[in-house]
């Protein structure tokens, strides 16, 4: 039997990120009153710089939005079945971007926040909270992701007795559109892939010589860097966000097979084909700054801009934003959480988004949602209700809450390689002839996207078993 709405106690969640706001949402649209603890403006962090909801710090793509042969797309649609506000609010906000989901980062972000203002269940409170909620507050969801404030970083850690992960994640430098030349770049997306918000020309691309090439790589190899403080020199990378320089200390050819990459487009200014490209893809909806794909660095500002600047079609590169480096970190959720998330030593504490080991914006996002109607229903009287594993975001919880080995665990991105294998009903196609023949390539993701989507639907929407869900 559920609870009656005046005898609900509000959850508290502490983060106004993707995760924090994901979660706030989906209670309040369960009936649930949520009071939302973001410390910005008041006190920010190295990498914000607003007071907004969601401020994206880092690239300003969701990945992309192929929901039947692409992991993160298959999340996408998950997360829009379970009326999520992240993806509601990314699809009005969006720019070209090829086969992917961008966003215009300020529109994004100030709509999220007018959601979340405008919702009568939620209210926001603009204070620091520095150790962790007793018992009686109630519900508590800490989604402070990956820049958590140290007071509240030390009270975790001093709770949970475990290492933390920490890793450095690299911010890409962004370009004024007006300052790229485009007698030497040129619009195109990689095999002119259009996807949801462009026109298969979504990106600009700079074409490299082998000459240009090694030159670029040697003054990579030769930059000045920031350097870590004493408690950061052991933390390592997250091989997803790869500073370019790191990458290029592997080899000489990494990034030529990385970031760098020239298949799939052809130089309209030149028959001679490109050894490298660099590609930026548009940053806002105007249209005015572009972000260079895969090029987050931690090379010092002077020498950055005179690199970044020996990019073909860049010479005269202004830029708006440079790269940068903020620290990451990630408790081993696979010791210290049970299956919804709940802290295991302090079961009214549940945790969210990148600090329990996910990586990537959908995917903060998506443990945010499913954590926020975890708490939800348990605050309406319901048992929490798993999300199917054959789901992206089943496997994706089930891979943080147990799934991974912790004496191994790193931060993960979705894939479908977390989504248990097909039966044998769904892994062949029957030929004309009766014969079976094993499905393979996209027809296998496809396989795995359409049972996903299919097990979703039963769960949550066909037989309605998440009481109270509206649109707000």
């Known amino acids: 039997m559920t609870k009656k709405t005046q005898d609900i106690k509000p959850i508290h969640i502490i983060g106004a990120?993707?995760?924090?706001?994901?979660?706030?949402?989906?209670?309040?649209?369960?009936?649930?009153?949520?009071?939302?603890?973001?410390?910005?403006?008041?006190?920010?962090?190295?990498?914000h710089k607003s007071g907004d909801c969601a401020e994206l710090v880092c690239s300003n793509s969701f990945r992309s939005d192929d929901a039947e042969h692409n992991a993160v797309g298959l999340l996408h649609a998950e997360m829009r079945l379970l009326n999520s506000l992240i993806m509601a609010q990314g699809d009005k906000a969006a720019v070209p971007a090829g086969g992917a989901l961008a966003v215009d980062r300020d529109i994004f972000a100030?709509?999220?926040?007018?959601?979340?203002?405008?919702?009568?269940?939620?209210t926001i409170d603009h204070s620091e909270i520095t150790e962790l909620p007793d018992a009686s507050w109630g519900q508590v969801i800490i989604a402070t992701g990956p820049l958590t404030s140290d007071p509240l970083a030390q009270a975790i850690r001093a709770e949970t007795g475990e290492d933390t992960l920490a890793f450095f994640d690299a911010i890409a430098p962004i370009v004024h559109a007006e300052s790229i030349n485009l007698d030497v770049a040129w619009f195109q997306s990689r095999y002119d892939k259009a996807g949801p918000s462009g026109t298969g020309?979504?990106?600009?691309?700079?074409?490299?010589?082998?000459?240009?090439?090694?030159?670029?790589?040697?003054?990579?190899l030769s930059a000045q860097y920031t350097e870590f403080k004493d408690w950061e020199k052991d933390t390592p990378y997250f091989?997803?966000?790869?500073?370019?320089?790191?990458?290029?200390?592997?080899?000489?050819?990494?990034?030529?097979?990385?970031?760098?990459?020239?298949?799939?487009?052809?130089?309209?200014?030149?028959?001679?084909?490109?050894?490298?490209?660099?590609?930026?893809?548009?940053?806002?909806?105007?249209a005015t700054l572009y972000n260079i794909v895969g090029f987050q660095t931690k090379m010092k500002y002077g020498d950055q801009a005179n690199i970044l600047r020996m990019i073909p079609g860049?010479?005269?590169?202004?830029?708006?934003?440079?790269?940068?480096?903020?620290?990451?970190?990630?408790?081993?959720?696979?010791?210290?959480?049970?299956?919804?998330?709940?802290?295991?030593?302090?079961?009214?504490?549940?945790?969210?988004g990148q600090i329990t080991g996910c990586e990537g914006y959908v995917e903060s996002a998506s443990i945010g949602l499913i954590t926020g109607r975890f708490t939800a229903q348990e605050a309406l009287g319901l048992e929490p209700e798993q999300p199917p594993q054959t789901c992206a975001i089943g496997a994706l919880l089930n891979h943080i809450a147990g799934g991974a080995n912790?004496?191994?665990?790193?931060?993960?991105?979705?894939?479908?390689?977390?989504?248990?294998?097909?039966?044998?009903?769904?892994?062949?196609?029957?030929?004309?002839?009766?014969?079976?023949k094993r499905k393979k390539g996209k027809d296998k993701k496809k396989a795995y996207s359409d049972r996903a989507l299919h097990d979703l639907e039963q769960l949550y929407i066909n037989k309605e078993r998440v009481e109270g869900r509206k649109s707000a």
């Open 201 to 220: 020309k979504d990106y600009l691309n700079c074409p490299m010589t082998e000459e240009q090439y090694n030159a670029f790589i040697d003054a990579l």
């Open 314 to 352: 860049l010479e005269n590169a202004e830029f708006a934003r440079l790269g940068g480096l903020h620290r990451n970190t990630f408790i081993n959720s696979p010791i210290l959480l049970d299956k919804t998330l709940r802290l295991k030593s302090k079961p009214h504490i549940r945790f969210a």
């Open 406 to 436: 912790a004496d191994t665990f790193q931060p993960m991105n979705i894939n479908f390689g977390l989504i248990p294998p097909l039966e044998d009903k769904d892994a062949y196609t029957i030929l004309q002839n009766g014969k079976r």
């Open 239 to 286: 091989e997803g966000c790869m500073p370019i320089e790191v990458m290029a200390e592997r080899g000489r050819e990494t990034l030529r097979f990385g970031p760098m990459k020239p298949v799939g487009l052809t130089n309209p200014h030149s028959d001679e084909p490109p050894h490298a490209v660099v590609q930026l893809r548009q940053d806002n909806a105007l």
């Open 110 to 122: 100030a709509n999220v926040t007018k959601a979340l203002q405008d919702h009568p269940l939620i």
């Open 17 to 47: 990120g993707l995760a924090g706001s994901e979660a706030a949402w989906q209670a309040a649209n369960m009936g649930v009153p949520v009071i939302l603890h973001e410390m910005r403006p008041k006190k920010q962090t190295n990498a």
